[in-house]
Protein backbone atom coordinates (compact mmCIF):
# COMPACT_ATOMS: atom_id res chain seq x y z
CA UNK A 1 0.00 0.00 0.00
CA UNK A 2 2.89 2.02 -0.09
CA UNK A 3 1.41 3.73 -3.39
CA UNK A 4 -2.04 4.79 -1.74
CA UNK A 5 0.21 6.55 1.05
CA UNK A 6 2.23 7.99 -1.57
CA UNK A 7 -1.05 9.82 -3.15
CA UNK A 8 -2.38 9.82 0.41
CA UNK A 9 -0.10 12.44 0.73
CA UNK A 10 0.01 14.36 -2.51
CA UNK A 11 -4.13 14.77 -1.61
CA UNK A 12 -3.71 16.11 1.66
CA UNK A 13 -1.27 18.68 0.61
CA UNK A 14 -3.73 20.14 -1.87
CA UNK A 15 -7.16 19.95 0.80
CA UNK A 16 -5.64 19.04 3.81
CA UNK A 17 -8.87 18.67 5.54
CA UNK A 18 -10.15 16.09 3.10
CA UNK A 19 -8.88 13.35 3.91
CA UNK A 20 -8.79 11.90 7.52
CA UNK A 21 -7.48 8.63 8.30
CA UNK A 22 -5.10 5.87 6.79
CA UNK A 23 -6.97 2.61 7.51
CA UNK A 24 -6.84 -0.24 5.37
CA UNK A 25 -9.91 -0.04 3.64
CA UNK A 26 -8.85 3.72 2.93
CA UNK A 27 -5.97 2.56 1.51
CA UNK A 28 -6.74 -0.10 -0.67
CA UNK A 29 -9.14 2.27 -2.15
CA UNK A 30 -6.86 4.79 -2.76
CA UNK A 31 -4.40 2.37 -3.74
CA UNK A 32 -7.12 1.44 -6.47
CA UNK A 33 -8.12 5.05 -7.25
CA UNK A 34 -4.03 5.56 -7.79
CA UNK A 35 -4.28 3.01 -10.57
CA UNK A 36 -7.14 4.69 -12.04
CA UNK A 37 -6.78 8.63 -11.65
CA UNK A 38 -3.50 8.83 -13.74
CA UNK A 39 -5.44 7.67 -16.98
CA UNK A 40 -9.36 8.89 -18.69
CA UNK A 41 -10.75 5.88 -17.56
CA UNK A 42 -14.64 6.35 -17.15
CA UNK A 43 -14.56 5.59 -12.82
CA UNK A 44 -18.39 4.16 -11.28
CA UNK A 45 -17.82 5.28 -7.89
CA UNK A 46 -19.97 3.16 -5.10
CA UNK A 47 -20.87 3.38 -2.07
CA UNK A 48 -23.52 4.61 0.64
CA UNK A 49 -24.88 8.40 1.26
CA UNK A 50 -21.81 10.00 3.03
CA UNK A 51 -18.99 8.02 2.45
CA UNK A 52 -16.84 10.97 0.44
CA UNK A 53 -17.75 9.83 -3.40
CA UNK A 54 -17.60 13.56 -4.56
CA UNK A 55 -13.78 14.11 -2.64
CA UNK A 56 -13.07 10.81 -4.31
CA UNK A 57 -13.98 11.96 -7.52
CA UNK A 58 -12.05 15.63 -7.09
CA UNK A 59 -9.07 13.04 -6.07
CA UNK A 60 -9.48 11.67 -9.54
CA UNK A 61 -9.23 14.96 -11.29
CA UNK A 62 -6.37 16.15 -9.26
CA UNK A 63 -4.52 13.46 -10.10
CA UNK A 64 -5.56 12.71 -13.60
CA UNK A 65 -4.07 13.63 -16.96
CA UNK A 66 -5.40 17.22 -16.69
CA UNK A 67 -5.42 18.29 -13.72
CA UNK A 68 -5.80 22.27 -14.89
CA UNK A 69 -9.15 21.28 -16.86
CA UNK A 70 -12.34 22.17 -15.76
CA UNK A 71 -14.05 20.06 -12.89
CA UNK A 72 -17.60 20.19 -13.22
CA UNK A 73 -20.08 18.50 -10.37
CA UNK A 74 -23.85 17.50 -11.54
CA UNK A 75 -26.07 15.73 -9.41
CA UNK A 76 -28.72 13.84 -11.30
CA UNK A 77 -31.25 13.71 -8.30
CA UNK A 78 -31.44 17.30 -7.90
CA UNK A 79 -33.82 18.44 -10.74
CA UNK A 80 -36.81 17.68 -12.33
CA UNK A 81 -36.41 15.65 -15.79
CA UNK A 82 -38.10 18.40 -17.61
CA UNK A 83 -35.09 20.38 -17.21
CA UNK A 84 -32.69 17.96 -16.29
CA UNK A 85 -31.68 17.78 -20.31
CA UNK A 86 -30.89 21.17 -20.76
CA UNK A 87 -28.66 21.39 -17.74
CA UNK A 88 -26.89 18.93 -19.31
CA UNK A 89 -26.64 18.95 -22.94
CA UNK A 90 -27.72 22.83 -23.14
CA UNK A 91 -30.28 24.27 -25.21
CA UNK A 92 -31.08 26.71 -27.75
CA UNK A 93 -32.67 30.04 -28.24
CA UNK A 94 -36.49 29.46 -28.66
CA UNK A 95 -36.27 25.59 -27.81
CA UNK A 96 -39.11 26.06 -25.19
CA UNK A 97 -40.93 29.07 -23.58
CA UNK A 98 -38.72 31.01 -21.80
CA UNK A 99 -35.17 30.10 -23.61
CA UNK A 100 -34.52 33.42 -24.25
CA UNK A 101 -31.21 32.64 -25.37
CA UNK A 102 -28.54 30.28 -26.35
CA UNK A 103 -27.12 27.97 -22.92
CA UNK A 104 -24.34 26.14 -22.97
CA UNK A 105 -24.77 22.73 -20.65
CA UNK A 106 -22.52 20.99 -18.19
CA UNK A 107 -21.05 18.79 -20.74
CA UNK A 108 -19.81 21.97 -22.48
CA UNK A 109 -18.63 23.11 -19.29
CA UNK A 110 -16.99 20.27 -18.56
CA UNK A 111 -14.54 19.96 -21.80
CA UNK A 112 -10.91 19.13 -21.39
CA UNK A 113 -11.51 17.69 -17.95
CA UNK A 114 -14.27 16.02 -15.80
CA UNK A 115 -17.61 15.71 -15.51
CA UNK A 116 -19.12 14.56 -12.43
CA UNK A 117 -22.50 12.55 -12.11
CA UNK A 118 -23.66 12.34 -8.96
CA UNK A 119 -26.54 10.28 -8.03
CA UNK A 120 -26.52 8.73 -12.02
CA UNK A 121 -29.19 5.80 -10.92
CA UNK A 122 -31.35 8.83 -10.40
CA UNK A 123 -31.26 9.60 -14.26
CA UNK A 124 -34.72 8.61 -16.26
CA UNK A 125 -34.35 5.62 -18.61
CA UNK A 126 -35.00 8.88 -21.28
CA UNK A 127 -32.07 10.87 -20.15
CA UNK A 128 -30.08 7.40 -19.69
CA UNK A 129 -30.16 6.63 -23.23
CA UNK A 130 -28.47 10.23 -24.18
CA UNK A 131 -26.17 9.93 -21.76
CA UNK A 132 -24.91 6.49 -23.53
CA UNK A 133 -24.21 8.37 -26.60
CA UNK A 134 -22.33 10.73 -25.01
CA UNK A 135 -20.03 8.05 -23.15
CA UNK A 136 -19.80 6.20 -26.53
CA UNK A 137 -19.49 9.16 -29.02
CA UNK A 138 -18.23 12.01 -26.59
CA UNK A 139 -21.23 13.99 -29.03
CA UNK A 140 -24.67 15.02 -28.16
CA UNK A 141 -26.80 18.21 -29.79
CA UNK A 142 -28.11 20.71 -27.31
CA UNK A 143 -32.27 20.96 -27.05
CA UNK A 144 -33.80 22.65 -29.87
CA UNK A 145 -30.20 22.35 -31.72
CA UNK A 146 -29.63 19.97 -34.78
CA UNK A 147 -25.24 20.83 -34.70
CA UNK A 148 -23.20 18.32 -33.41
CA UNK A 149 -20.83 19.25 -30.62
CA UNK A 150 -18.13 16.99 -29.29
CA UNK A 151 -16.51 17.34 -25.88
CA UNK A 152 -13.33 15.67 -24.80
CA UNK A 153 -14.11 14.95 -21.40
CA UNK A 154 -13.98 12.08 -18.86
CA UNK A 155 -16.96 11.00 -16.72
CA UNK A 156 -16.85 9.86 -13.51
CA UNK A 157 -20.07 9.18 -11.98
CA UNK A 158 -21.26 8.31 -8.05
CA UNK A 159 -24.12 6.00 -6.91
CA UNK A 160 -25.60 4.79 -3.57
CA UNK A 161 -27.78 2.22 -5.47
CA UNK A 162 -26.91 -1.37 -6.92
CA UNK A 163 -27.29 -0.18 -11.18
CA UNK A 164 -26.47 -3.66 -11.75
CA UNK A 165 -29.22 -5.48 -9.59
CA UNK A 166 -31.77 -2.13 -11.36
CA UNK A 167 -30.24 -3.28 -14.74
CA UNK A 168 -31.60 -6.55 -14.15
CA UNK A 169 -35.16 -5.02 -13.48
CA UNK A 170 -35.06 -2.75 -16.26
CA UNK A 171 -34.97 0.68 -14.26
CA UNK A 172 -31.79 0.82 -15.49
CA UNK A 173 -29.73 0.53 -19.05
CA UNK A 174 -27.69 -2.57 -18.98
CA UNK A 175 -26.25 -0.58 -21.77
CA UNK A 176 -25.23 2.31 -20.33
CA UNK A 177 -24.52 0.66 -16.80
CA UNK A 178 -21.70 -1.03 -18.93
CA UNK A 179 -20.24 1.75 -20.02
CA UNK A 180 -20.32 3.42 -16.63
CA UNK A 181 -18.83 0.35 -14.47
CA UNK A 182 -15.91 0.27 -16.54
CA UNK A 183 -13.69 0.92 -13.49
CA UNK A 184 -15.70 0.55 -10.49
CA UNK A 185 -14.78 1.71 -7.10
CA UNK A 186 -16.40 0.65 -3.55
CA UNK A 187 -16.07 3.49 -0.76
CA UNK A 188 -15.59 1.98 2.67
CA UNK A 189 -18.72 3.12 4.98
CA UNK A 190 -17.72 4.60 8.15
CA UNK A 191 -18.22 1.20 10.20
CA UNK A 192 -15.52 -0.23 8.22
CA UNK A 193 -12.82 2.33 8.70
CA UNK A 194 -11.94 1.03 12.17
CA UNK A 195 -8.89 2.93 13.57
CA UNK A 196 -9.95 6.37 11.40
CA UNK A 197 -12.64 6.36 14.46
CA UNK A 198 -10.10 8.06 16.68
CA UNK A 199 -8.17 10.52 14.03
CA UNK A 200 -12.06 11.47 12.62
CA UNK A 201 -12.87 12.38 16.15
CA UNK A 202 -9.98 14.46 17.22
CA UNK A 203 -10.11 16.32 13.73
CA UNK A 204 -13.90 17.26 14.05
CA UNK A 205 -13.52 18.29 17.64
CA UNK A 206 -10.46 20.69 17.03
CA UNK A 207 -12.52 22.26 14.47
CA UNK A 208 -15.73 22.90 16.23
CA UNK A 209 -13.42 23.72 19.04
CA UNK A 210 -12.09 26.72 17.02
CA UNK A 211 -15.06 27.79 15.68
CA UNK A 212 -16.42 28.18 18.99
CA UNK A 213 -13.72 29.83 21.04
CA UNK A 214 -12.81 26.46 23.04
CA UNK A 215 -9.74 25.24 24.52
CA UNK A 216 -9.66 20.92 24.10
CA UNK A 217 -6.83 19.51 23.84
CA UNK A 218 -8.19 16.01 23.70
CA UNK A 219 -10.96 13.80 23.96
CA UNK A 220 -11.31 11.49 27.19
CA UNK A 221 -10.57 8.10 27.38
CA UNK A 222 -13.63 6.53 27.94
CA UNK A 223 -15.44 8.54 25.37
CA UNK A 224 -12.69 7.16 22.51
CA UNK A 225 -13.34 3.71 24.01
CA UNK A 226 -17.68 4.76 23.37
CA UNK A 227 -16.81 6.04 19.72
CA UNK A 228 -14.89 2.83 18.84
CA UNK A 229 -17.21 0.53 20.02
CA UNK A 230 -20.03 1.87 18.27
CA UNK A 231 -21.76 0.49 15.45
CA UNK A 232 -21.52 3.96 13.22
CA UNK A 233 -24.91 3.48 11.08
CA UNK A 234 -24.30 6.84 9.51
CA UNK A 235 -20.83 7.73 7.33
CA UNK A 236 -18.45 11.19 7.79
CA UNK A 237 -20.49 13.56 6.39
CA UNK A 238 -23.90 13.04 8.32
CA UNK A 239 -21.84 12.32 11.78
CA UNK A 240 -19.81 15.96 10.83
CA UNK A 241 -23.39 17.59 10.90
CA UNK A 242 -24.56 16.06 13.66
CA UNK A 243 -21.12 16.53 15.81
CA UNK A 244 -20.98 19.94 14.36
CA UNK A 245 -24.95 20.92 15.76
CA UNK A 246 -24.28 19.21 18.91
CA UNK A 247 -20.88 21.26 19.59
CA UNK A 248 -22.39 24.43 18.93
CA UNK A 249 -25.83 23.50 20.94
CA UNK A 250 -23.57 22.47 24.03
CA UNK A 251 -21.36 25.57 24.11
Same mark, same amino acid.
Given at each position: ??????????????? %?????????????????? /???????????????????????????????????? %?????????????????? =?? @???????? *???????? $????????????????????????? =????????????? *? @?? !??????? $???????????????? @??? !????????????? !??? %?? $????????????????? /?????????? $???????????? /???? *?????????????? !????
Amino acid at each position: LFRSRELLGRLRAKR %PSAFIGSSKAMLETLALL /YKAAPTRTTVLLLGESGVGKEMLADAIHAAGPNPDG %PMVKFNCAALPESILESE =LF @GHEKGAFT *GASGLRRG $RFEDADGGVIFLDEVGELSLGVQAK =LLRVLQERAFERV *G @GN !RTITVNI $RVVAATNKDLAAMAAR @GEF !RQDLFFRLNVFPL !RVP %PL $RERGSDIVTLAEHFVAR /YAKENGKAIN $RIAAPALSMLMA /YHWP *GNVRSEERRVGKEC !RSRW
